[in-house]
């Protein structure tokens, strides 16, 4: 073929309509035309319908066809543009198809915030106006946190919001903001809160009951919906002036962020919705607020820290392999100076290192025993019995942080006997569903006063349980590492797996490969690349 020669199209002629060069047309997307510079020939044709689509099997190296929806300003808003380069070597070829790659990928949906266990978990916040003041209303402020497996542990959680107006708040009950602003212009009574961006934290245990209400004052700490839901809701009271005082006028709150009590949780716009119904202790009468807006917010662990807080370890009883935690699974620490280090357990005078003075509330970084995998909590998962009808697993959690206790901590695990549990010992156990006929996930949590709190890190900072399931003999084996779990979370976060060619095996299981799945993979795409740039 000779270097700069049109190539065909790959649709149908009928179909098609040359149009100008991409530099002449206003409509397509910019970072197209971009790709004219790096290669030979750069031509766009529009076509009048989607059908005429080209197949995967069409595109060859020097052809690369794209499909995007035409651009708003364009007035057919169901025609399809394609694409066509012609590259001017196999050697940049390589490199278009990754530019061109990196171009489309911007267009892909974040979904960071998206748990497959727990699809539809969030935290709810329902603002509800009981009446109505001379200058603004009086507003209660309700928090759910119907997330099945993630709570927010102490020191709580702490809300925000920017007002839409000048609105102050008068008075709070049951919570309090963190600053009161500059509310010089009020004389006599002055407000509790003038800032346009208020903070707000919910009050501690033992608070005065003249400044309680129903669900307030836990040090803003929120179990998960599973674990405890008569604890998953936390409420305040606030009473707004220099605000709207009809439906029509009151202007809602925006920009709202929840702290849990790190970094994690992100908070869409507040949405009117209709006036929530109270019914009376009685139940013969029901009352509803004047109005009334819900605020969604969904975490993401990806936001809430750089790495990892937990990891898994695997043995059993018919392999003396050990499977640790992968090397540096929560990261490294190169400098063991910095803040956040891993400390040696046989440090002398180990409480001053741990604990220094600050400030409280101050939330302290961790501080984790060194080991191979620097994660402040591993779970290990032991094959321990096999029997003729049932089959034994020992589960240990243990933790590594030294600055850190978990008080109502819980465990998820997915594997796929988890639907024929025959008892587990010292833990609660409740079944996860998350998809309709799935039943291979599994809440544990420690019993009240027994082992639901886990110290930090040292001789007690463990606990552990054993799980007996009953054989299903159509898919139980030990091969293949079916009897590990399939993913494990603490408190929520996922922890990190060893990979599956390191499981320890059975013994009269064959050969087993030394080479890693990913050097597998990753070996072919080097060849090409180097074959194609010689």
């Given at each position: 073929?000779?270097e700069?020669?049109?190539?065909?199209s790959?649709?149908?002629?009928q179909?098609?309509?040359?149009?100008?060069?991409?530099?002449?047309?206003?409509?397509?997307?910019?970072?197209?035309?971009?790709?004219?510079?790096?290669c030979c020939y750069?031509?766009?044709?529009?076509?009048?319908?989607?059908?005429s689509?080209?197949?995967?099997?069409?595109?060859?190296?020097?052809?690369?066809?794209?499909?995007?929806?035409?651009?708003?300003?364009s007035?057919?808003?169901?025609?399809?543009?394609?694409?066509?380069?012609?590259?001017?070597?196999?050697?940049?070829?390589?490199?278009?198809v990754l530019?061109v790659?990196?171009?489309?990928?911007?267009?892909?949906?974040?979904?960071?915030?998206?748990?497959?266990?727990?699809?539809?978990?969030?935290?709810?916040?329902?603002w509800?106006?009981?009446?109505?003041?001379?200058?603004?209303?009086?507003?209660?402020?309700?928090?759910?946190?119907?997330?099945?497996?993630r709570?927010?542990?102490?020191?709580?959680?702490?809300?925000?919001?920017?007002?839409?107006?000048?609105?102050?708040?008068?008075?709070?009950?049951?919570?309090?903001?963190?600053?009161?602003?500059?509310?010089?212009?009020?004389?006599?009574?002055?407000?509790?809160?003038c800032?346009?961006?208020?903070?707000?934290?919910?009050?501690?245990?033992?608070?005065?009951?003249?400044?309680?209400i129903?669900?307030?004052?836990?040090?803003?700490?929120?179990?998960?919906?599973?674990?405890?839901?008569?604890?998953?809701?936390?409420?305040?009271?606030?009473?707004?002036?220099?605000?709207?005082?009809?439906n029509?006028?009151?202007?809602?709150?925006?920009?709202?962020?929840?702290?849990?009590?790190?970094?994690?949780?992100?908070?869409?716009?507040?949405?009117?919705?209709?006036?929530?119904?109270?019914?009376?202790?009685?139940?013969r009468?029901?009352?509803?607020?004047?109005?009334?807006?819900?605020i969604?917010?969904?975490?993401?662990?990806?936001?809430?820290?750089?790495?990892?807080?937990c990891?898994?370890?695997?043995s059993?009883f018919?392999?003396?392999?050990i499977?640790?935690?992968?090397?540096?699974?929560?990261?490294?620490?190169?400098?063991?100076t910095?803040?956040?280090?891993?400390?040696?357990?046989?440090?002398?005078?180990?409480?001053?290192?741990?604990?220094?003075?600050?400030?409280?509330?101050?939330?302290?970084?961790?501080?984790?025993?060194?080991?191979?995998?620097?994660?402040p909590?591993?779970?290990?998962?032991?094959?321990?019995?096999?029997?003729?009808?049932?089959?034994?697993?020992?589960?240990?959690?243990?933790n590594?942080?030294?600055?850190?206790?978990?008080?109502?901590w819980?465990?998820?695990?997915?594997h796929?006997?988890?639907?024929?549990?025959?008892?587990?010992?010292?833990?609660?156990y409740k079944?996860?569903?998350?998809?309709?006929?799935?039943?291979?996930?599994?809440?544990?949590?420690?019993?009240?006063?027994?082992?639901?709190?886990?110290?930090?890190?040292?001789?007690?900072?463990?606990?552990?349980?054993?799980?007996?399931?009953?054989?299903?003999?159509?898919?139980?084996?030990?091969?293949?590492?079916?009897?590990?779990?399939?993913?494990?979370?603490?408190?929520?976060?996922?922890?990190?797996?060893?990979p599956p060619?390191?499981?320890?095996?059975?013994?009269n299981?064959?050969?087993?490969?030394?080479?890693?799945?990913f050097?597998?993979?990753?070996?072919?795409?080097?060849?090409?690349?180097?074959?194609?740039?010689?």
């Amino acid at each position: 073929m000779i270097e700069g020669q049109r190539v065909k199209s790959l649709l149908p002629a009928q179909n098609i309509q040359q149009q100008p060069l991409a530099s002449q047309i206003p409509y397509p997307p910019s970072p197209f035309a971009k790709l004219e510079k790096s290669c030979c020939y750069l031509s766009l044709y529009k076509s009048t319908s989607p059908s005429s689509k080209a197949s995967s099997s069409e595109i060859v190296w020097n052809n690369l066809c794209l499909w995007f929806l035409s651009d708003q300003q364009s007035n057919n808003k169901h025609g399809v543009f394609c694409l066509q380069i012609h590259l001017c070597s196999l050697k940049m070829s390589f490199l278009a198809v990754l530019v061109v790659f990196l171009i489309s990928s911007s267009y892909i949906t974040s979904t960071e915030a998206y748990d497959a266990l727990d699809p539809e978990g969030n935290i709810t916040m329902k603002w509800d106006v009981m009446s109505w003041t001379p200058d603004g209303y009086v507003a209660v402020v309700t928090m759910f946190n119907f997330q099945k497996y993630r709570h927010i542990p102490s020191p709580g959680w702490t809300l925000g919001w920017k007002w839409a107006k000048k609105e102050v708040i008068w008075s709070m009950v049951g919570a309090q903001t963190t600053e009161q602003g500059d509310c010089s212009k009020y004389k006599g009574n002055l407000p509790h809160c003038c800032k346009k961006d208020p903070t707000v934290v919910d009050l501690l245990p033992g608070t005065p009951y003249n400044q309680q209400i129903a669900n307030c004052c836990k040090g803003g700490v929120l179990n998960s919906w599973v674990q405890d839901p008569g604890t998953a809701a936390s409420s305040f009271q606030i009473s707004v002036g220099a605000a709207g005082t009809t439906n029509k006028t009151v202007r809602v709150p925006r920009n709202f962020t929840l702290m849990g009590p790190g970094p994690g949780y992100t908070c869409g716009p507040a949405k009117i919705v209709r006036p929530t119904k109270f019914v009376t202790p009685d139940t013969r009468r029901t009352t509803q607020a004047m109005m009334t807006w819900n605020i969604t917010c969904t975490y993401s662990q990806f936001l809430a820290q750089r790495t990892p807080t937990c990891c898994v370890s695997l043995s059993s009883f018919y392999n003396e392999t050990i499977v640790g935690c992968p090397t540096c699974a929560c990261g490294c620490q190169n400098n063991k100076t910095e803040s956040g280090a891993c400390l040696d357990p046989d440090t002398p005078h180990l409480a001053s290192v741990v604990s220094p003075p600050t400030k409280k509330g101050t939330i302290l970084p961790p501080l984790v025993q060194c080991t191979r995998h620097l994660c402040p909590i591993r779970v290990h998962w032991h094959v321990k019995q096999n029997y003729k009808e049932y089959w034994r697993v020992k589960i240990t959690i243990t933790n590594f942080n030294y600055r850190l206790n978990y008080s109502q901590w819980n465990m998820v695990a997915q594997h796929p006997n988890l639907d024929n549990i025959t008892q587990i010992f010292s833990f609660n156990y409740k079944s996860i569903t998350p998809y309709a006929g799935l039943n291979d996930t599994a809440m544990l949590w420690g019993m009240k006063f027994y082992n639901d709190f886990l110290s930090e890190a040292g001789p007690l900072g463990n606990v552990q349980s054993e799980i007996l399931f009953r054989k299903d003999q159509s898919t139980f084996t030990f091969e293949k590492g079916w009897a590990f779990p399939r993913r494990i979370y603490f408190n929520g976060d996922n922890c990190v797996m060893p990979p599956p060619d390191t499981y320890p095996f059975l013994p009269n299981g064959g050969f087993r490969p030394e080479v890693s799945v990913f050097a597998s993979v990753l070996l072919p795409v080097l060849l090409v690349f180097f074959f194609f740039s010689a």
